[in-house]
């Protein structure tokens, strides 16, 4: 019922930007707080940053915070990461997670939805 479906990712050279979609179905964005998480292989997930309800961005990942912004877009039910200065260790399966609250978490149990995922691969 509740579903998060993420899109935008890809190959990207080294330097470039790219920008995420995290697109809501079965429930209002307005009420929840958007987390950004990544994965790469062997690693655990981490957070990288909260999309807040008024739409400002909650950081919580150093290596990203000057380079990662988030964003929202309610009239589309739809949050953005907008990604610039990508670099190869930014190769990742990036998620959206939704979470009814007004406040930020970094544990991924926090959380009551999560998107399929979609790849970012920093590459030549």
């Known amino acids: 019922q509740l579903q998060l479906v993420e899109s935008g990712g890809g190959l990207v050279q080294p330097g470039g930007s790219l920008r995420l979609s995290c697109e809501a179905s079965?429930?209002?964005?307005?009420?929840?707080?958007i987390g950004w998480f990544r994965q790469a292989p062997g690693k655990e997930r981490e957070g990288l940053l909260c999309?807040?309800?008024?739409?400002?961005?909650?950081n919580y990942l150093k290596s990203v915070k000057d380079r990662f912004l988030g964003s929202r877009d309610n009239a589309k039910n739809t949050v953005y990461l907008q990604m610039n200065s990508l670099k190869p260790d930014d190769t990742a399966v990036y998620y959206c997670?939704?979470?009814?609250?007004?406040?930020?978490?970094?544990?991924?149990?926090?959380?009551?939805?999560w998107g399929q995922g979609t790849q970012v691969t920093v590459s030549w």
């Open positions: 997670a939704a979470r009814k609250s007004a406040y930020c978490s970094v544990q991924r149990s926090a959380f009551d939805s």
């Open positions: 999309v807040m309800r008024p739409g400002s961005t909650a």
């Open positions: 079965g429930f209002t964005l307005d009420d929840y707080v």
